[in-house]
């Protein structure tokens, strides 16, 4: 069995209904599994005495066996999916409250207070948000989208402000954007190509704030009817739509 550790975990209450956590996930592999491992790592045995003791240690294989596609795929979902539930756990027991989680259908909730839950994973990194009040978005995104993703993806009035930009602000805000689009497909379950085709271009002049450096949470409206608020989190690589 692979046990999952977070480490830099970071807890943010954003209003007095709704808090997040991000973390980075992290395998901790136990020697007695070595045989199953999902990549080039095994335990070489050093004897140190023939009858009563012996050591564990862990070196490079010269040879791995590698994972197909389709294995690493499944390997990372499954480290993914342990992660955000494990790093909800941490949440609620710095919140002091004491509940499971109820997967069951859309939007998440926690089972006895019905409080809202979302995740977002991306790569080692994962983060999940709570809301007392109602459905939220979270999403975290350690990679730039390409400008051939944007303009396929995006609506024809983004991509031509984003075209406007300089590169650092294209790249930066291209991204937030796309996080933007995620949070909300989460909250209404947008299909994906309805939700990445939305027109968010009101709120870039917001967003290239996020170019300034910024300990504490980035909160704006988010613009619209239902009156939303967005909270960038630039050294989480985080947005937050509660």
Known sequence: MQNLILRR?????????TWCATAQVRLQLQSSLWGNLPWPLAPSIAFIDSITLYNF????QSNPIPLTVPEHARYKRQQQRSGVRLLLQQLLAELSIVDTLDDSQFPYRLMNSRHYVCFSHSANKVAVVISTQRAVGIDIETHNITRHVTQRFYHSTETTTLNELSLQQRDITAKWL?????SFIKIYQYKLAQGLGMNYSPLIADLIISLEPANSPLVFPSRNECN???ALLPQQQTIIIF
């Open 57 to 60: 240690y862990w070196q490079l």
């Open 178 to 182: 796309w996080q933007i689009k995620e």
């Open 9 to 17: 975990s970071h807890y943010t209450q954003l209003d007095p209904m």
């Open 228 to 230: 939303y608020q967005i």
